[in-house]
Every structure is written in C-alpha cells, then in structure tokens.
C-alpha cells in the first residue's frame, strides 16, 4: 500500500500531519464541502478559494468539453450556481476499490489515478478531477493544481458507508492497527519515530477544515479518520516483526483494509451533510 502525499496515483491522499501537528484534507473534499456550503449560501467565495487552494498555486480549471468560460475556481463555482447544482460530493477511489464512481470509464480511470475526485450531487452530472503538479524543491515545495471538469454518467451513486457506520468501522479499526502497531518495531523507523508517532496521534483538524454549520459529528469521524491514516503511513515504512513473507503480506493486507476504512469515512464525514440535505 502506497502512503504519499498530494501527488498522482495511490499517493494522492492520506492526511499526513505538517511539523505543526496539522492533519492535512484531501483537496476534493474540502471542495466538496466548501463549494456545497458556497451553492448553499453558508460561505463566500472567497472563504472556498481559501479553503480549498491551501498553500496551493491558485488553482485552474480545464472544461472546454462542459464549461468553457471556467478557467479558475471562480468561474467554476459560478458555472455550477448557473447550472443549477445545489450540492457537491467527494468519492476517494483506489485501484480495487472503486465505490462511488459513476462512469464513464475515462473518468473513472483519471479518478483512480488521482486518487480523489468530486462529484455534483443533483443538477448536471459533471464530475471533477485534480490534476496535480509538484514543482520547487523538498525545502519550499510547490503544487499547481488543474480541476479536470468532465461529464459524467447521470446514475445514483450508493454511498461506500453511512456516518453512523463509518464511526463503527473506525472503532474496530483503532484496535486493529493498535495491534499492527504492536508489532511494528519502531525503532527500525528512525530515530524520531517516536515522536512522529506522537505527533500524528495528537494531530488536529486545522482551524476552518470544513464550513461553519458542518455537524459536529461529521467533524469527529473526519479527525479519527485522518489520524488512524497517518498512523497508519507511518507503518507502511517497515515490515514490522513480519519473519517471513506471508506475515509480510497478511500485515500488508491489513493495514490496506484499514486504509479503505479510513477513506470510505472520510467520504461519510463530507457526504452526509449533503444526504442530509437533499
């Protein structure tokens, strides 16, 4: 299982912590949920182009197949009020586990490689996907991000888990990985493992992750979400106490299913507000 960060492919998303103690939010759900609030009225546009772009280049967008005028976010933001779209929804699909993807194939093939895409929940079926750019060095690193608007199949997508579910399944996976964790030997990480351990078990939601209005619950299961997660990069660095390479492999095994546990509630925390909703 591959653990990066914001990048392409299977590095895509895990919210790692910043040297701050900061978890980090995938891009297409913090535009899910601020472009929902936005289409809502909860938020202006200059607090989703702040909650979205981050520490971003700002972002571009590239739709001449659906909305050639968008070039930025605010013009697509603008497109999606004038298309009638009341909200957004984020799907975060890995290869193997491909739940929430509408179709069609070359988009699901892009959402994939991305890792990420966001999807409108009502009005025109259009789906977005976040093409991203590393540029600068490992000292002041930069990303240029470019939202891929397409259109996309107009069929119901079933939610991978509901919040309530979702708040199970992490429980159950907190004593799993707390198991996997036992027999990681923590020193083969480095000297500092410990505390990079510490630090991403204390990590915290930076201040405005999601919208004034976001359930409180919805909160919870997006912070467990990505602090088991980040936990759980860091065991992928080591095969732990694994001797042999079933062990290897079953240990693996395991912290992949941990690892969709963690997306599919990342994906319950942003979407349930807009069920909710609609």
Known sequence: MTLGHAG?????????????????????????????????????????????????????????EVLPAATHLPGL???????????????LPVPGDPVGLPGPPAFNSAALEAGECVLTAGGTAWGAVPEVAEFGSQWEPGWQVTWQLRAVAERPVPPPMGLAEAERALKEGLLAATDALDRLDVAALGPDAAVRL???????????????GTPPRSLQVLATAGRLRAVLSLATEDDGAAVNAWQAGERARTLRELDGICRHAVVAAVNDPVDQLL
């Open 8 to 64: 392409s492919g299977a590095d895509t998303y895990p919210p790692t912590p910043t040297l701050g103690g900061v978890l980090d939010i995938p891009r297409s759900a913090r535009l899910a949920a601020w472009g929902t609030a936005w289409l809502q009225g909860r938020a202006s546009a200059a607090d989703v182009l702040r909650a979205v772009t981050g520490d971003d280049e700002p972002h571009l967008v590239e739709s001449a």
């Open 77 to 91: 933001l603008t497109g999606l009020r004038d298309a009638a779209v009341p909200a957004l929804r984020v799907v």
């Open 198 to 212: 510490q630090r991403v078990r204390s990590a915290a939601l930076p201040a405005g992750a999601l919208p004034a």
